[in-house]
């Protein structure tokens, strides 16, 4: 079976900024930024590496190789459609924090509310961009948009969440000041291991 779904690549110039980000910041977990080869055994918290920074805009879904052989063309098409009458647009993120649980965290993320006392002349505009785009990705999938609210943000690190009690800290609420330019967006496929996921681009499609 294979794994897929859509997303916005995080540009190599973010990429180097969330770097530097982590390398400050890891030390406050005493782990290193490297995954232990052996699964249970050193971080417990995983960071992604920065080909695998990005935004989701469809969740993964599963499909056999069989059908993805005689659909993946037609799914390319779809996607492509998608992206015509949407232009390049700005995103912001302002905050990182545990996530998506306060309570039980399993992630550290970088968000983008809607509304921001820094950013409150455009981050409306910021989701609205990022929001059209998705819409019309699932529409052109003859997909339904997940029920739950949509959370602009981009996934940094990931742990399970009864390890978040041996954290050094247990708050993380820091200001940020991240902007990318969004022209393109991309069909993942996820490749899961013990020592986590990693996500290959099968193709990229460029807004108008």
């Keep these: 079976m294979k794994r897929i779904f859509v997303g916005i690549p995080i540009s190599e110039e973010l990429q180097k900024e969330i770097l530097e980000w982590q390398m400050i ?3 406050d977990f005493d782990l290193s ?3 232990s080869p052996t699964p249970g055994e050193g971080n417990k918290v995983r960071w992604l590496a920065g080909k695998n920074l990005h935004i989701t805009l469809v969740p993964p879904w599963q499909t056999s190789h069989e059908a993805w052989n005689m659909e993946h063309k037609a799914l390319n098409q779809k996607l492509q459609e998608a992206a015509k009458n949407i232009k390049p647009f ?4 302002e905050k990182i924090s545990f996530g998506p649980n306060i309570h039980q965290p399993r992630l550290i993320w ?3 509310p809607i509304k921001s006392s820094s950013f409150a002349d455009d981050s409306e505009a910021v989701f609205n961009g990022v929001n059209e785009l998705r819409l019309k990705i699932y529409d052109a999938l ?3 948009p997940e029920n739950r609210p949509f959370q602009l943000h981009v996934t940094l690190a990931r742990f399970r969440a009864e390890d978040f009690e041996k954290f050094a800290i247990k708050k993380l609420n820091e200001k940020a000041d991240w902007k990318m330019k969004v022209e393109n967006f991309a069909l993942y496929q ?3 291991s013990p020592l986590g996921a990693d996500y290959e681009i099968l193709a990229e499609f460029h807004l108008n």
């Design 110 to 112: 970088a968000s983008s």
């Design 190 to 192: 996820s490749h899961l």
């Design 33 to 35: 930024l490297n995954p």
């Design 25 to 27: 910041i890891y030390q």
């Design 142 to 144: 003859g997909q339904q």
């Design 90 to 93: 700005v995103i912001r993120f």
